[in-house]
C-alpha cells in the first residue's frame, strides 16, 4: 500500500476541493472562516459513516464519498436549508491507497457542484480498525424559517418525495439476497442505496409551506414517528399511496419482500412532511418546480404518537419495531 503523508494527502487531495470558498483559507490554517449570508442564519448538522456499518469496505470510494456528503445534504435539505460549507473528519484504514484517494476526492468534487457546497476544513487520521468518516455540513436559512419536526397540525396531509423502500432493497441485493430478480432493477436498487438523492431544492421551496418535515433515513414509519413525537400528533399512512419505484414493485409483486419491509427500511433520503390539506396543489407547484415527484400518502390525526398503517383492503397493517437503531 502507498500513500502520501497526512500533509501531502490535504494538499494535494483536499485542498483543490476548498478552493471556491475564500474562508476555506486553502486549508493552510488552523480553522475556516465562514460567512453567513444577510437576513438568514447558520444551520448545522454532522453524520458519521462507518465502514461495514453505512456502506461496504469494497464499495467503489467515489460512492462512499457521495453517500457521506449526501446525506449530510440531506439533513440540510430537510430543515429547508441552501448548502453552503462542510468539514470532513477522516480515519483512513489500512486498505486506503493513492487511486483509492483519488476516486474519493473525485467522487466529492462531483457532488460539491452538484449540490452547491464545498470543503472548508477537517482533520486526517489514521485507524487500525475500519475506515471511518465524519462530515459536519453548514447551510443557512431565511432567520426563524427552517423546517422543522415539530409543527404538524391533526388535518395535516402528509406528503413524501421519490419513491420508498429501493434502498433497502439495494441492501438486500449486494447481501445476494435478491439474486434472481431482473438485473437491471438490481442495478438502480443498488444505485439508490449507494447513492441517494437529498431533495435539497425541494426543502428550499417548503419553507413557509410545510408544517414540519424531515428526512427519511430511519424509514418512513420510524421518521413519522418522529414528527409525531416532536408535533404531539398521530398520524395515519395509506400503504397503497406510498410511492414505488418499478423496482420495488416488481420485486413486492415476486413476493420477494413484503410492504411491510418497504415502509420501515431506511437509507431512502426522501423528504416526508406535513402540510395543510387545502395547500396541496402549492405543494404539487413547488414539487413540479424542484423536478421531483411528491405523493400524498396519509394524514396527521390527534392520537398523540401513534402512526398507523392502513393497507388496500382498508384494514390495519401490524409494523413491529420498526426502524433501524444503532444500539
Ligand atoms: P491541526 O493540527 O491544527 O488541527 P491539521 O494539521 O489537522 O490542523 O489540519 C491542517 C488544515 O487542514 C486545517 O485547516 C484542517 O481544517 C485541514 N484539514 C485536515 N484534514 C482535512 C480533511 N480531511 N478535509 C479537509 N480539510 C482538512
Ligand atoms: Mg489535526
Not at 429547508?80 to 476526492?105: I, K
Not at 382498508?314 to 419495531?321: A, F, T, V
Request: glycine share 12%; proline share 5%; charged share 25%.
Amino acid at each position: 500500500m502507498t500513500r502520501p503523508g497526512e500533509f501531502e494527502v490535504i494538499r494535494k487531495y483536499f485542498a483543490p476541493l476548498a478552493q471556491s470558498l475564500p474562508g476555506a483559507l486553502d486549508l493552510t490554517d488552523d480553522a475556516a472562516i465562514l460567512n453567513v449570508p444577510k437576513g438568514r442564519e447558520l444551520v448545522v448538522t454532522s453524520d458519521a459513516l462507518v465502514s461495514g456499518v453505512h456502506f461496504l469496505a469494497d464499495d467503489p470510494p467515489a460512492d462512499i464519498a457521495a453517500k457521506a456528503l449526501r446525506v449530510n445534504v440531506s439533513d440540510l435539505a430537510s430543515m429547508g436549508a441552501e448548502p453552503l460549507a462542510y468539514t470532513l473528519a477522516v480515519a483512513f484504514s489500512d486498505n486506503v491507497d493513492e487511486d483509492w484517494l483519488r476516486a474519493f476526492a473525485g467522487g466529492l468534487e462531483r457532488d460539491q457542484i452538484e449540490f452547491g457546497i464545498a470543503l472548508i476544513g477537517g482533520d486526517t487520521v489514521a485507524t487500525p480498525g475500519p475506515l471511518t468518516l465524519s462530515i459536519c455540513a453548514f447551510g443557512s436559512v431565511p432567520k426563524g424559517l427552517a423546517l422543522r419536526r415539530g409543527g404538524a397540525q391533526p388535518g395535516d396531509s402528509l406528503f413524501v418525495s421519490g419513491t420508498i423502500g429501493d434502498a433497502t432493497l439495494g441492501l438486500a441485493v449486494l447481501t445476494g439476497e435478491l439474486d434472481g430478480v431482473d438485473t437491471a432493477f438490481q442495478d438502480e436498487l443498488v444505485g439508490r442505496y449507494r447513492r441517494p438523492t437529498p431533495r435539497r431544492a425541494l426543502g428550499i421551496e417548503l419553507i413557509g409551506l410545510a408544517t414540519s418535515a424531515i428526512d427519511v433515513s430511519d424509514g418512513l414509519v420510524a421518521d413519522l414517528g418522529h414528527i409525531c413525537d416532536v408535533s404531539g400528533v398521530g398520524a395515519t399512512i395509506d400503504a397503497g399511496r406510498v410511492p414505488l419505484s418499478a423496482a420495488a414493485r416488481a420485486v413486492l409483486d415476486a413476493r420477494r419482500t413484503g410492504i411491510e419491509r418497504l415502509l420501515c427500511g431506511g437509507d431512502d433520503y426522501e423528504l416526508l412532511f406535513s402540510a395543510p390539506a387545502n395547500n396541496r396543489e402549492k405543494v404539487a407547484r413547488v414539487a413540479a418546480q424542484a423536478e421531483v415527484e411528491v405523493s400524498e400518502i396519509g394524514r396527521i390525526g390527534e392520537s398523540k404518537g401513534e402512526v398507523c398503517v392502513v393497507g388496500e383492503d382498508g384494514r390495519s397493517i401490524e409494523i413491529g419495531d420498526a426502524g433501524f437503531t444503532h444500539f
